[in-house]
């Protein structure tokens, strides 16, 4: 708690999540590890596949427009340059095995259908909140441009739409969350 009071003085945790993962917190089997609310991002790796070298050229927790995503291409001169649509995350630990299952089948039956218990150990149990929305999209390499504009525009609005319906689930699951015991 102390690290997500921290991050939050700090403006880093998303405002679409922040409302969740204090209900979340307030429950007294549960308590938040890490989240994202979902995110569209702009990378460029220098090999396929190197997330760990990889520049962040535009990172939004929201939606985006066509022109702040080209804005984020034109850092663009190295290595693979990819768009991607990340579905919210959530790692939330819990007191035991019953409380566990109990997050896990409200986080699906609220749309997280990636779901799942990450971690059993004798430290915590860990449930990981995922959603099925998702894009991976290479767009060139090396400054070099491999899609149209038009190709960027759908894509774009694709991710949009795509990170709308995550952030719904947010909400369902937000609204749900009141169903474990406090």
Request: aromatic fraction near 6%.
């Amino acid at each position: 708690m102390e690290k997500l009071n921290e991050a939050l003085n700090r403006g880093l945790v998303d405002r679409d999540i922040i409302s969740l993962l204090e209900k979340i917190n307030s429950l007294e089997s549960y308590f938040t590890t890490s989240s994202c609310s979902g995110r569209i991002v702009v990378m460029e790796m220098p090999d396929f596949g190197d997330k760990l070298n990889a520049k962040w050229l535009g990172k939004w927790h929201r939606e985006v427009s066509l022109e702040e995503v080209k804005e984020a291409i034109a850092k663009h001169n190295d290595g693979m340059l990819w768009f991607m649509l990340h579905s919210p995350i959530l790692h939330v630990a819990s007191k035991t095995l019953e409380d566990a299952v109990a997050l896990l089948n409200l986080a699906i039956m609220s749309g997280f259908k990636n779901s799942n218990i990450k971690s059993v150990s004798h430290k915590k149990l860990l449930v990981e909140i995922y959603s099925t929305e998702r894009i991976d999209v290479p767009l060139g390499e090396k400054g070099e441009m491999w899609v149209s504009e038009d190709y960027l525009e759908r894509v774009v609005d694709m991710a949009n739409r795509q990170l709308r319906r995550s952030k719904r689930k947010l909400r369902t699951l937000e609204d749900e969350i009141g169903k474990l015991s406090v």
